[in-house]
């Protein structure tokens, strides 16, 4: 009998779309809830709308307090009716939001929850909303398992929660296949396209434009770099993947003005969309990758650079330490441009044969810890036990009462 798996997430992030792939492909039947269809064309596939609660509105008029109650009012209850309907064996939130709230209210169980990162880390910010910290912290609570992808993340997962949580420390991982050394062609091609001269050293900002990532500081310490470098280098930012939310496009608008204030702009490339098929082929692109965001947990960029064999310069935060990022990578202090200034000059002037032993050992640790395989073979495990457990423990197609 094929598990039933009600999936809610944003059917426009690629870190959905590889689960839902890999549950489909191992012969789960996925209803996926969200206001957009990723639309798999898979026979087990079935999408449903998520309830719309108009919570703009609500907060806009109301605060976020009311604002929260309002919103779970109105979805809650067609939330408990979908479970009725749906009887999934299992319930999966990934990126917990107020949709995991709202999931736990509706007593849809056995209830699964997908850190991502950002959707914990601002919780712990000075701007965090209290109230927002608050619903978290019990969907975070009635969670029946939190899958978190590095340690430090299922102790801020059990602060907000207050109390410890059944975790399981589970990363998406990545094709090693796919992400590998060569490439040389696309990336020559890419190259042409962007415009960037042959004997040019590609430096690449590769996470989501948004301003934790610090695309910011990485534009300073580039245009101190320039006038210290004798070889040409460019710089691409990977201005798509903005989140959808109107401050992530500013600051994208920001970053470009940046660039011309500084006066580096010919020396900066803005990458446009760019299909998940082709990212080994920007990584081929690269001298040296860049990752300097202020909080975070453990990025897939890591894996997809270290797959390909890439150096990567990066800032050392607590959630890095212990890893073979520490080790392989170049790590230095956060939030000090001459600091990172000094690294790229570094990394510019560094022979290949300087890396070469620390990128192969990167490399291994992928393919042992990392592969995309792993995940979803323990994922499945893991929702089987969740299915095998006592009845009267949400066990098969639990859906106990709302509680408004």
Known sequence: MPLKVLMITSGRSAHAERPLKWLLENGCEVAFADGSDPNPQHAGYRFVPYPKGGRRLYRRLLGSQLSIGLEAWAIVPRLWLLGRRLRPDVVHVHWVNRRAYQCWKAGLRPLVLSVWGTDINQHFLPTADPNERRVIGQALAGADLVIVDEPTMAEKCSALAGRKLHTELLHLGVDTRAFRPGYHEAAEQWRRQLGVPPEAKVLLSARVCRWMYNHHLILDAFAQVISRLTAKAVLVIKEYNKLGSRSDSDYGTELRRQAEKLGIAESVRWLPGVPSAQLPELYALSDVVI??????????????????????ISALLPSYRGTFAERCFRMVEPGSVPTLADAIVDMVYASPSEHAGRLSEARRAVERDYDERNYVTRLLELYRGLVARPEGSAGRGGVEQPGL
Not at 291 to 312: G, H, I, K, Q, W
């Open 291 to 312: 990752n300097y965001p202020s909080m975070d947990t453990f990025p897939v960029t890591f894996l997809e650079a270290a797959a390909c064999e890439r150096p990567v």
